[in-house]
């Protein structure tokens, strides 16, 4: 990593109206063409929706519960990012295909761009969706600290692409709604991370009914224990302090950040709230999906 563009890793182009890494699109043959297996079990989110924390509660419960087995590895090389791609490093597709089955695949893209594969192997997929304003905050303070991805600029700017859908994987309307609409086609799990913070057990019961797995009760105690905002901030093998400053620099703001719902009204103004809001009912008009701004 020491030669390491980023200028050139801040690029986003469209791929099919969404905005995403250039990198990412120069490969995307590979991506398209990825291959699941049958029980390769997919973690999708919009970026900061709690991928994180979904894929350690996954690993966990692969794990029988057992957090040192999950402390094999970083979560990214646990969970491989499938549209990853770095040059000069192992691409998502490639860390994939050297995973032994069963695999968890992490994924940011929005429905419409996902391979084929999933699909026709029948795959589970675990979505999780967080409320657009803190993701909106999320997502800015992340651009602050990734070095590979585009200044954000001041706050009012960013949300105003953020709103437009001027940032990577594009609009969160379209990923949460594209997602919702489609998640009876398939074997999706749908849940929302409100819903996580304020019963952490009760949505680890959907996931273990969802993957067809029994536990003891002390065992699910002990996942919801172990994957805690607490316990994860303190664990280098999922806060990604492992990665180096020049990718992501944790000086000023850490990717353990506040891990709350409803941190936005530390961020929105009142002018900033209104205009969401207007815009956000518009967006949202024509949709059954509903999210929590707070718990
Ligand atoms: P904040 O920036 O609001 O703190 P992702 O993993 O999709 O990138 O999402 C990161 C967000 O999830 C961050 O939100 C992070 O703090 C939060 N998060 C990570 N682990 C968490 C946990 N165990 N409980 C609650 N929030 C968590």
Not at 272 to 292: A, C, P, V, W
Request: aromatic share 12%.
């Amino acid at each position: 990593l020491k030669n390491l563009d980023t200028a050139s890793l801040q690029l986003l182009v469209p791929l099919h109206g969404v905005l995403m890494g250039k990198e990412i699109v120069d490969n995307w043959e590979r991506v398209e063409q990825f291959q699941a297996r049958p029980d390769d079990v997919l973690i999708s989110t919009y970026p900061k929706a709690g991928t994180t924390w979904m894929s350690e509660i996954v690993d966990m419960i692969f794990c029988d519960g057992d957090p040192e087995k999950c402390r094999r590895e970083t979560i990214y090389n646990r969970v491989p990012y499938l549209e990853f791609r770095i040059p000069g490093e192992p691409s998502g597709v490639e860390q994939l295909e050297a995973t032994p089955s069963p695999r968890l695949v992490k994924t940011h893209l929005p429905i419409k761009l996902m391979p084929d594969s999933f699909w026709g192997k029948n795959c589970k997929v675990i979505y999780v969706a967080r409320n657009a304003k803190d993701v909106a905050v999320s997502y800015f303070f992340f651009h602050k600290m990734v070095k590979a991805l585009p200044d954000p600029g001041p706050w009012d700017k960013f949300l105003d692409d953020y709103i437009k859908g001027d940032v990577g994987y594009g609009s969160w309307y379209d990923h949460v709604i594209g997602w919702w609409e489609k998640r009876n086609d398939y074997r999706i799990l749908y849940l929302f991370y409100e819903d996580m913070k304020e019963d952490p057990k009760r949505e680890i019961r959907k996931i273990l009914h969802f993957l067809e797995k029994e536990m003891r009760e002390e065992v699910i105690d002990k996942i919801v224990h172990h994957t805690s905002f607490q316990e994860m901030k303190n664990n280098d093998m999922v806060n990604y302090k492992t990665i180096p400053n020049e990718l992501m620099d944790q000086s000023t703001t850490s990717f353990m950040r506040k891990g709350i719902a409803g941190d936005w009204k530390n961020h929105f103004t009142v002018s900033q709230n209104e205009i969401f809001d207007e815009d956000y009912k518009k967006k949202m008009s024509g949709t059954n999906l509903h999210f929590r701004m707070e718990i």
